[in-house]
């Protein structure tokens, strides 16, 4: 975000704020945010096309997990090369558990990484406009406004559009 | 102190916020008193062990042909425990299962500290503990055979990635819930609270990858659960001991797993309900759910036990069918029967739609089931070794004051971790109850009808 000075709306549920978002979006108002104490499949929608990156990480860990596991599996037992029961050196069928619980494994892990890279997260500075109630009981529209006259409109669209409340917040120098 | 909702006033994300938040305020003399309880048995639990490490493995009961029992017993049944936090945590997210929000954190926390406990025993087990990494096949200068073929070895990368999923899963449900917490505290919870919720805030964009991130984990998770426990009983199938040898085990130990871990479930929160006053959150909408799983695995359980014994008589093969003589009949057959009275037979009282939201009677019932299947488990491990191909060698396993009291510390130590986490973490997912909180207000509408 830009603008030098943040209009916060608040909002006691999620329709409201994403036919909010929406209203912004038509009046091609691109610098905001949401705040929500609960996923929403309405404020997603509002903001986003398209799906969250996070599931390319997730198969390109679990093909990593697999491709890890042919290796170890593969790998150690020709690097000892005994014959045992009269069994293959090598018994793709026995080593398939291993495959499919290291898939599992980097997949597991990569959800999680390509969340925490995907959403910024750790994230270690305030974010401008947050406030304590996005986490519990109300839902938050942020807007970056760049002159009076824009914030202005932007606060007339928020409550238009059924803000409870509508504050103004000075954005933090990151 | 006086719960959050009454019969005029509908739940709100206020009312869910301070009610969980409740729960983690200080513990008072009672509570710091049940975990110096805990503690104090696992204090004895480790000392016998430390004992045991000295002297060896002669402590213990463990003789020819019986060389796995309760240590074994108890790794197959924690692990089973498990199962449950899974299954109502993915699975039932997975199919958007109501009923499941306001206990399925429990039912996480449970499995994590449940895998926690299981991987002590292949350890305590051990003559050697300190060799414990041997188990790990890589290569190496040691002249010991990395086997993939070994079902040991399965079972070490099975649980070892269900330990780690299980965490990530709890992990990531938590987040919200923390960043909640954070808010909300003062001091050094609040210190705490902001390293555990990595700066969440709850932005659209965060929101997003979360969503997308916990449902991927939840189908991973899903094969998870049902892989892990067909591997635990592959442990014994894969040998060619009679009572072990059969196809029937991976199924049959997924379902015992799920009839356990759910039974295991309604034995921590129907007290946890009673003692924080959690009733306006759980409801007996969600225990009645619960006791319908514990009924419908009770009834897959009872037709494994048919099946197993009949395909016995079938195969027409004497040894096999000398070793179920014995498990039914043998000196130790009363521990047969009171597995079928405790697994089969008394769930069966979960038909009566009263007695599955009587909460002492359901409480007993949950008793009786953690009872029965961790016999069940001593039943096959035991019971099966004790009578193998060698009639000459057949000896019953008597166990230890060692053995008695690890397995007693093994249930102060998960009841310890449980009751630390229930304290300091939110132990009810606020997040998700807020997400059906239509759900929650209607289930509460419906009970206090029918109360009154």
């Not at chain 1, 986490?135 to 238009?160: I, W």
């Not at chain 2, 017993?73 to 699975?91: K, P, R």
């Not at chain 2, 009786?368 to 491990?381: A, D, H, Y």
């Amino acid at each position: 975000m830009n603008g030098d000075i943040m209009v916060i709306g608040s909002f006691a549920d999620d329709g409201h704020a994403a036919h909010a978002i929406e209203h912004l979006k038509e009046e091609h108002v691109e610098n905001l945010r949401a705040f929500a104490p609960i996923p929403s499949e309405k404020i997603e929608e509002a903001l986003y096309h398209g799906k969250s990156h996070v599931r390319g990480w997730v198969l390109t860990g679990g093909i990593c997990g697999v491709i890890t596991a042919f290796l170890l599996t593969v790998g150690t037992s020709l690097e000892w090369g005994l014959i045992a029961g009269g069994k293959p050196i090598v018994s793709f069928p026995t080593y398939f558990v291993i495959f499919f619980e290291l898939m599992i494994l980097g997949g597991a892990t990569s959800s999680v990484l390509g969340f925490m890279v995907n959403a910024g997260m750790p994230v270690l500075d305030p974010i401008t406009g947050y406030s304590d109630r996005f986490s519990s009981d109300r839902f938050g529209v942020v807007v970056s406004c760049a002159t009076e006259s824009d914030c202005a409109k932007v606060e007339a669209m928020l409550k238009q559009d059924g803000a409870e409340e509508v504050t103004r917040e000075t954005e933090q120098a990151a | 102190m006086a719960a959050a909702f009454d019969q005029t006033v509908e739940p709100t994300y206020q009312s869910i916020d301070r009610e969980v938040l409740r729960l983690m305020e200080p513990g008072g003399l009672a509570y710091w008193a049940w975990i110096c309880l805990c503690a104090f048995f696992v204090c004895i639990a480790a000392a016998l062990w430390t004992n045991q490490i000295y002297s060896g493995l002669g402590v213990t009961g463990l003789t020819q042909p019986t060389m796995w029992a309760i240590y074994i017993t108890n790794f197959v049944f924690w692990v089973g425990i498990a199962h449950s936090g899974t299954l109502i945590s993915a699975i039932l997210f997975l199919f958007r299962t109501r009923w499941r929000t306001a206990v399925y954190r429990v039912a996480e926390t449970m499995t994590l500290f449940a895998v926690a406990t299981a991987g002590l025993f292949p350890i305590i087990h051990l003559g050697r503990p300190w060799f414990f990494y041997w188990l790990i096949p890589y290569p190496n200068e040691r002249y010991l055979q990395p086997d993939f073929r070994s079902p040991l070895d399965w079972d070490l990368f099975a649980i070892s990635t269900y330990l780690t999923t299980s965490a990530l899963f709890l992990f990531m449900g938590l987040i919200p819930d923390v960043a909640n917490a954070r808010d909300a505290a003062k001091g050094w919870r609040k210190i705490f609270y902001s390293l555990v919720s990595i700066g969440w805030r709850g932005t659209d964009r965060q929101w997003r990858h979360f969503s997308m991130a916990y449902l991927l984990l939840a189908g991973l998770a899903t094969p998870l659960v049902i892989s892990v426990h067909s591997v635990v009983s592959w442990d014994f199938a894969m040998s060619t001991l009679p009572g072990w040898h059969s196809t029937i085990f991976a199924p049959y130990f997924v379902a015992g797993a799920i009839f356990s871990g759910v039974a295991m479930v309604l034995t921590l929160l129907i007290p946890m309900r009673r003692i924080l006053k959690l009733n306006d959150l759980i409801t007996p909408w969600h225990i009645d759910n619960l006791a319908k799983v514990i009924l419908l695995t009770s009834l897959v359980v009872t037709y494994s036990y048919i099946v197993e014994s009949w395909a016995t008589w079938y195969s027409g093969d004497p040894i096999e069918q000398m070793t179920f003589h014995m498990r039914y009949f043998g000196p130790q057959g009363w521990l047969f029967w009171m597995m079928v009275t405790c697994n089969c037979v008394i769930p069966l009282l979960l038909f009566s739609p009263r007695i599955r939201v009587n909460t002492v009677i359901l409480f007993i019932i949950t008793l009786f089931i953690n009872v029965g299947m961790w016999l069940e488990r001593f039943v096959i491990i035991e019971g099966s070794l004790a009578t193998n191909f060698e009639p000459s060698q057949w000896r019953f396993y008597h166990p230890s004051v060692t053995e008695i009291f690890v397995t007693i510390g093994s249930f102060a130590w998960f009841l310890m971790l449980f009751s630390l986490f229930a304290r300091f973490m939110p132990i009810v997912s606020m997040t998700e109850l807020k997400e059906g909180i239509t759900w929650l207000r209607q289930a509460l509408r419906n009970n206090y009808s029918r109360a009154s």
